[in-house]
């Protein structure tokens, strides 16, 4: 979930380290500063500027700001650790830079991504270290996307689907339901079916789901006879879910309740 924490870079005492494609060497879980963050009450924090004697180093996207640990005290970081919503964590990050007075979009986004590194826990911090790229790390429109994409949140709708396709996948007669209630329950679950893939995967749970102990039932062979006179079943007996309908499943098992 995200949270926040707070964090002193001047109290790590870090020397500078030299940055490599969008790479930090020397400090392994360090992204570049800046010269102005929030305070633990997101008021703006103004840095004096650098001495011309101060350390620089240069960032993946050519600009040039303060080693870490250079006049930077008491940042507040969002957490995030791959629960939660992602978007919330990408707010946060967003209020700060914005809070912070940058104007500059430049800076913003460089701030933001630097704290976004900064707040990652857990298996967000795993998938970053793990399966995110240098090309991906180093643009931060890009790592945005990536993040987005690995920790989606679902709509209602897409929850709504998965439940509807975990039934459709799992439906099958009861072991003393009769017939009619079985398709009373399948034409229940059709009325909430709003896709062809949906649709022929119901038709094969309606037949496979009148097996009884691993073995096909009586009607299940008379259903498969009138499938197979109807060019409904391939050679080794599997149902062409491309040609079977529901209506052709209700008229088979029409044919086979004579």
Known sequence: MSSETAFDISSTGVAPSTIHDGELSGQEDF????????????????????????????????????????????????????????????????????LAGFTEKDDRDLIEHTLFVEGLKGSAKVWYKTEVTKEIRASWDGLKEAFATQFHEKTAHEEETERLVYEIVHFKRGPIESLRDFLLRADALMERIYTKDHERMLCRSLFSGLWEGGYESPIASIIREYLASRQLLDKSGQMVSKACTYSDMLYAFVYASR
């Open 31 to 98: 992204d570049p500063c800046f010269s102005s963050v929030l305070s633990s009450d997101f008021e703006p924090v103004v840095c004096t500027p650098p001495s011309e004697t101060e350390t620089f180093e240069t960032v993946q996207n050519g600009r040039a700001v303060p080693a870490p640990g250079a006049g930077v005290i008491n940042l507040d970081v969002p957490t995030f650790d791959g629960t939660g919503f992602a978007t919330d964590y990408l707010r946060g990050l967003k209020a700060r830079s914005m």
